[in-house]
């Protein structure tokens, strides 16, 4: 179905899913980096405790850090099963085989209607990194690899929220939880990709690079023989497949090997 037209810039408030469903356009979007909410404070328990029955939904806030297995849930189950893609089906109908019907269940079906619109309108070339932690986050990965393809996940890059917590003086058995998941998938497998860099500490330039050239530059002093004869070191080199044994290898410096020409090659 055509969105409704939008002005550039557009600043929306309120939910995402019938705002990306109505106004988002296939194939629009360069990079989506969601933060969802989720309260992994809240115990397991409490996360995967029966929810029998049909709540009030509207008894929940909108936008509450929790989910309840409740009509919406199971009707956006529902929809996810009977007209979704069939990965996305056979994961739906397969986690509520063994999660059952509770808080968890509901959060994943919740995620997984908004995966689904926001790999649509994604371009070919487009990114997609969704914040989460690991009290989900493995369920999250199933769930893109059903939406994105598993030949589509790039990454898990962990990030390190805080020290180690101090709860072990207070009886706690396990290590600490300081990290958050940020999962890491494109579109396709011809994807923008810019480069990122960090400045070296102080630390590391003043022993690794200690001489200074003539024109201020600094620079460091190394042995650039290799320590077996024939060298000890390997390199990437990327070349062009042949179709006959006796030609000559080409580098393949358009990165052909992306998308493969159709034809025998050797
Ligand atoms: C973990 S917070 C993100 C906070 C934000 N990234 C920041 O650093 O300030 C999750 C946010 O998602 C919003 N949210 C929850 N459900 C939503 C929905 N269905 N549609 C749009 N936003 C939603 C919440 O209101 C909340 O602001």
Redesign the pocket.
Known sequence: MPTKPISQNTLFY????P?LREYIADESVDLVYL????NSNRSYNVLFRDEKGREADAQVE??E?TWHWGEEAEDLWNELVTHGAPNVSAIMGALRQVIHENQMMAYLV?MTA?LVELHRVLKPTGSLYL?CDPTASHYLKIILDSVFGPKTFRNEVSWKRSSAHSDTRQGMERYGRVRDVLLFYTKSSDYTWNPQYTAYTQDYIDSEYRHLAPDGRRYKETDVTAAKPGGDTEYDWQVKRRSRSDEKWQSDLENEFRSPKRGVGI
Do not use: Q, S, T, V
Request: proline share 13%; charged share 25%.
């Open positions: 309120g939910d995402n899913l705002i933060d969802p909410p989720f909108a936008f850090d919740m908004r914040h």
